[in-house]
């Protein structure tokens, strides 16, 4: 399976990015996907994170009401559309699929199955 994550850059504060993720190669409906982030010196953040069915998803308080994650698996995509976005945002955000397909909760890295490799959103102030 891969992941490949697009759609980073730099943004203004209170602009808006879309990030997508597609993956190959493997049975994406049964994953459940996630975005994360790690800012420099921090520890990676799970940010968001939506089941196999698109039937639940999961915000971090630091995203939550500004951040939608959707998923089409007919095409095999998970996105993260980020609005009103804060300097506060900027850092590394990778694509995952969770070896579970349920959520309750942000994912675990220990779960994690599949990591995509990173794309660079910088919001300016």
């Known amino acids: 399976v891969q992941l490949q994550a697009s759609g980073g850059g730099l943004a203004q504060a209170g602009g808006s990015l879309r990030l997508s993720c597609a993956c190959s190669?493997?049975?994406?409906?049964?994953?459940?996907m996630g975005w994360f982030r790690q800012a420099p010196g921090k520890e990676r953040e799970s940010l968001a994170a939506?089941?196999?069915?698109?039937?639940?998803?999961y915000y971090s308080y630091s995203v939550k009401g500004r951040f939608t994650i959707s998923r089409d698996n007919a095409k095999n995509t998970v996105a993260l559309q980020m609005n009103s976005l804060k300097p506060e945002d900027t850092a590394v955000y990778y694509c995952?699929?969770?070896?579970?397909?349920?959520?309750?909760?942000?994912?675990?890295?220990?779960?994690?199955?599949?990591w995509g490799q990173g794309t660079q959103v910088t919001v300016s102030s």
């Open positions: 939506i089941a196999w069915n698109g039937g639940s998803a």
């Open positions: 995952a699929a969770d070896r579970y397909g349920v959520i309750d909760g942000p994912l675990k890295e220990t779960d994690i199955e599949y």
């Open positions: 190669g493997g049975t994406f409906g049964s994953y459940a």
